[in-house]
């Protein structure tokens, strides 16, 4: 059973930066697809970045490219998820995910299938 846990979530102001950790048990990393997912209350989850491992292919949602990077530390196994140019809508509960999504699927909930507990971001403007 892979589990996932987040951190270095925390209160920002407008332009700041932000790193966000997820470690993993296990070798959740080595293969498949680490996605990042957030969700703002009486919102939908929505896809923030996403990254295959065999190719090293990464994805951003229009609203965080060119401000988000996705990356993984082999040696530390963590996914990381550095946040610059912080934005107030960029407040959200931010969910690492892991999984081996299919062609079409890597931006969707749906090709994840394990996931974290979340950790809180506020973008203070």
């Known amino acids: 059973q892979v589990q996932l846990v987040e951190s270095g979530g925390g209160l920002v102001q407008a332009g700041g930066s932000l790193r966000l950790s997820c470690t993993a048990s296990?070798?959740?990393?080595?293969?498949?697809?680490t996605g990042w997912f957030r969700q703002s209350p009486g919102k939908e989850r929505e896809f923030v970045a996403a990254?295959?491992?065999?190719?090293?292919?990464?994805y951003y949602a229009d609203s965080v490219k060119g401000r988000f990077t996705i990356s993984r530390d082999n040696a530390k196994n963590m996914v990381y998820l550095h946040m610059d140019s912080l934005k107030p809508e960029d407040t959200a509960v931010y969910y690492c995910?892991?999984?081996?999504?299919?062609?079409?699927?890597?931006?969707?909930?749906?090709?994840?299938?394990?996931w974290g507990q979340g950790t809180q971001v506020t973008v203070s403007s």
């Open positions: 990254r295959r491992w065999s190719g090293g292919i990464a």
């Open positions: 296990g070798r959740a990393f080595s293969d498949g697809a």
């Open positions: 995910a892991v999984g081996r999504p299919i062609i079409g699927t890597i931006r969707s909930s749906s090709g994840y299938n394990h």
